[in-house]
DNA sequence: TGATATTAAGTTAACGTTAACATCACACTA
DNA sequence: TAGTGTGATGTTAACGTTAACTTAATATCA
């Protein structure tokens, strides 16, 4: 398309007169300039409609102002709470957000970290899962002293901060809630066995009923076998659905299921009262995340909380510190705690 | 934070005695340039971690391959659909996507266009929702011939194509589906009587009515009054509960409820098992946007799906048109077609 | 064998901005 | 009246890259 070039600062300077320099001053209100000087040139951007070029101011000042924020899928309410929250924290101290997304595949982590260094961020937040390639380059960016931080990550470096919530606690205690309730067949719908090497969530579960001396049955684990190229990444009402009617079909059912998040717990609920089954009366069911539609499910489901905001506003804290900061800051690893809410999916 | 200073071209010239060119050319594959060097090259840019700078190479270039995606809130399934479409159809051809968030603030709006802007930017989407400032922001911008495109955002220009769901017609069917079902009594949920100047569905609603003689009941119209800086813009399943409620206290009750959207129409639902009465039965649902929720519902959620997906792709493909073309493209303005899901929440 | 390509570099001058310094006029002070 | 301050500009040289041009060596061919 045919653009005609944009007024620069040379135009505007040259179209009244002055100097390139008086102009910039004039736009960034920085030294003396004398109001008559100020109001041609104010009249003059308005008439040329001009507007700095960011690149350039950039890479003059050596700083953008700007934060990026590595998401995977942002279609759940993880991605969701954490980048509003982050970009509250941002933009109160001036600095401006951009998202990018990456469908969980290593090549998009890669591709999205390398196009935000590429356009001169002054951090960077990671939210999307660890992989291999992804985490090499992302070490690679941390050696070069550029700001990092990981949000629910399993992802160490020397200086690079990390915040997670604490899955495993979460899936411990959600699990023994229902332990707590008498159950003793307890299955766990959203992934599969294999997953027990990197799903937190899981790993609790597993513990739980250890602790407890309750043997582990893999045909009550069940769910999609995760990989890293899955789309979403995020576990749905329709695997929840599935992984139910499953469950639902083992001569021997399981009498609670603790689901690896919300939308599968409703995925699962849905199956639940197909068969006719009444909840929590013949299968009791907790979720995980504890978001807007726990409160609105029939019953209202038991669930664990992950502070997702409280991750996002560290999250933002973090990166402006090191940012910030002249002198070096040693490395944060905060891992924050879950809570059981408790409601009629469990207890009726 | 100490941040030793990144390694330029130069640097890496200067350390195995060549010229910075040679150095660009090995990075970016182009020109000629021995084996021997290249390889000399190559091994240079790893020890010292190179990068090339992005914004003294775009400011060179003059473009940046990267296109600024701008969402209202994006805890909603309509963002975050339109966002991977149009993710997907950017990295098909080579563009970074980057998203900023306004939560539907006349001035948030502005500081994302402005950032992008800032950034440079190939071209612009914007599905945030109309306001005044932002209008007038966003054809100044247009107006530098920047590629602009809005999503399901009430904004003309010369030259911004534009693209939305024909909401109106949706809320018309929907509407009209009840109407043949034999309900008289049709509640709209969402929105109030106000809002009927901006808001298409309940235009739809309105005129389905009109045209089959039922009249309107402005206690039948409830939802929060909304304004420009309502978060989230989207509206809840709290909405929806309390609407529900709301209207299960009146009088004369409606036997039936078109929601807004589909998560207003689960909260909806919610109210109505929670009063002991029946779906559809005693009161028949209909929801909007058709969200993998809907099928998970108890029962299934009648719906009108609106293509998400194709609005994104559409949104890019008219972008990449604008920034590819280099002839002036005519404007475009596509208004698509939604689609009645007719599940059991309102026909047993 | 000279003419013409091809390969492999180097040089120069931007892209648009701003930090740092330089200049000059004028006012004020001692 | 010289000395100092300060207000209002201008000048220069980067920031890190690359397009466009130049140079020079070597290869190819009639």
């Known amino acids: 398309m045919v653009r005609k070039k944009p007024a620069t600062l040379s135009d505007i300077a040259a179209k009244i007169g002055v100097a390139p320099m008086t102009v910039s001053r004039v736009v960034n209100s920085t030294g003396y300039v004398s109001d008559r000087t100020r109001e041609r040139v104010m009249r003059a951007v308005t008439e040329m409609n001009y507007r700095p070029n960011g690149l350039a101011r950039n890479l003059k000042r050596q700083r953008t102002e700007t934060v990026g924020l590595v998401l995977g899928d942002i279609s759940n309410p993880y991605s969701t709470e954490i980048a509003n929250a982050v970009r509250e924290g941002l933009t109160a101290r001036g600095f401006n957000l951009f998202i990018c997304i990456s469908e969980h595949s290593a090549k998009e982590d890669i591709a999205a970290f390398d196009s935000l260094v590429d356009h001169n961020v002054d951090g960077i937040i990671v939210a999307t899962r660890s992989n291999k390639e992804g985490d090499e380059r992302l070490a690679r960016i941390a050696d070069r002293n550029i700001p990092v931080v990981v949000v ?8 690079v901060d990390s915040i997670a919530a604490d899955n495993f606690a979460g899936g411990f205690d959600a699990t023994q809630h229902l332990i707590d309730l008498g159950h003793k067949r307890i299955a766990f719908i959203g992934a599969s066995f294999d997953n027990r090497g990197s799903l937190k969530r899981l790993q609790g579960y597993l513990a739980a009923l250890t602790e407890h001396d309750i ?3 893999e045909r009550l684990i069940t769910g999609r076998k995760e990989t890293i190229s899955d789309v979403p990444g995020y576990s749905t009402e329709k695997i929840g659905y599935e992984g139910m009617k499953r469950l639902l079909s083992l001569p021997k059912r399981p ?13 699962a609920m849905t199956a639940i009262k197909e068969a006719g089954l009444s909840i929590p009366k013949d299968i009791a069911v907790v979720g ?59 207890v009726a």
Do not use: K, W, Y
């Open 152 to 159: 629910g990550r399993d992802f160490h470096h020397d200086h």
């Open 215 to 217: 043997p582990v049955d």
């Open 255 to 267: 009498t609670a299921v603790f689901a690896r998040n919300d939308f599968t717990a409703v995925g």
């Open 288 to 346: 995980f995340d504890d978001t807007p539609l726990a409160l609105h499910t029939l019953p209202p489901l038991t669930t664990v909380r992950q502070p997702m905001r409280l991750q996002g506003q560290l999250a933002a804290e973090l990166l402006l510190r090191r940012i910030t900061n002249v002198e070096p800051v040693d490395v944060e690893e905060r891992i924050l705690e879950c809570e059981l809410i408790v409601r009629q999916s469990t």
